[in-house]
Nanobody, 130 residues
Framework: QVQLAESGGGSVQAGRSLRLSCRTS???????????RAWFRQAPGKGREGVAV???????YYSDSVRGRFTISEDNGKNTHYLQMNILKPEDTAMYYC?????????????????????WGQGTQVTVSS
């Protein structure tokens, strides 16, 4: 079992940037195990939405709403993946969750497969004011 912990959320004005971090710990599979690491978000009254994913082959996929503004990256040496969020908008306000799926690559449809991700962080709040 692995544990994920997000950090880096906060309150900012529209147009500013934030960087979220997600550190994975616990019983992490060996380095040759494929994975798909993800960021999801959930606004009040809405379902959980896939934001960005990255896998060990370097494939990256983004939702249409964040493409060109957000960048997902990782540091395997630190077992951490990141979400750089630029040009933030009020509609980006949500609780942001990181997740991981092992023994799978990421695909464009991974953003819509919430139930397939077996490990989740507790979430970090991002609030963007106009």
């Amino acid at each position: 079992q692995v544990q994920l912990a997000e950090s880096g959320g906060g309150s900012v004005q529209a147009g500013r940037s934030l960087r979220l971090s997600c550190r994975t710990s616990g019983n992490i599979p060996s380095a040759d195990t494929s994975y798909c690491r993800a960021w999801f978000r959930q606004a009040p009254g809405k379902g959980r939405e896939g934001v960005a994913v990255i896998d060990n082959w370097g494939n990256r996929y983004y939702s249409d709403s964040v493409r060109g503004r957000f960048t997902i990256s990782e540091d395997n040496g630190k077992n951490t993946h990141y979400l750089q969020m630029n040009i933030l908008k009020p509609e980006d306000t949500a609780m942001y969750y990181c997740a991981v799926l092992y023994r799978n690559a990421c695909y464009s449809w991974s953003l819509k497969r919430v139930a397939e991700f077996h490990s989740w962080g507790q979430g970090t709040q991002v609030t963007v004011s106009s």
